[in-house]
């Protein structure tokens, strides 16, 4: 399996960090989630979809970050 955050390969079993290949990894994924890089849609179409997967926020948009 693909670390989510470097896409390094990564072993599951015996890998305190999973699904990340290291802590760095899912420190940085902790951060885009306390940061609001990841935002779940509440849009009513949304809500009827069976999928519930964050979505990444584009820093491009210039949010003033």
């Known amino acids: 399996m693909k670390c ?3 896409g390094r390969e990564t072993v599951y079993q015996g890998n305190p960090f999973r699904p990340f290949c290291s802590e760095r990894c899912k420190l940085i ?3 885009n989630w306390l940061a609001g890089r990841y ?3 509440i849009s009513s179409e ?3 979809s ?3 997967a964050p979505v990444p926020v584009d820093d491009e948009a210039g949010d003033g970050d």
Do not use: G, Y
Request: proline letters at 7%.
């Open 39 to 41: 935002r779940i849609p």
């Open 29 to 31: 994924d902790l951060d």
């Open 50 to 52: 069976k999928s519930s």
């Open 4 to 6: 989510l955050i470097c």
């Open 46 to 48: 949304n809500r009827e």
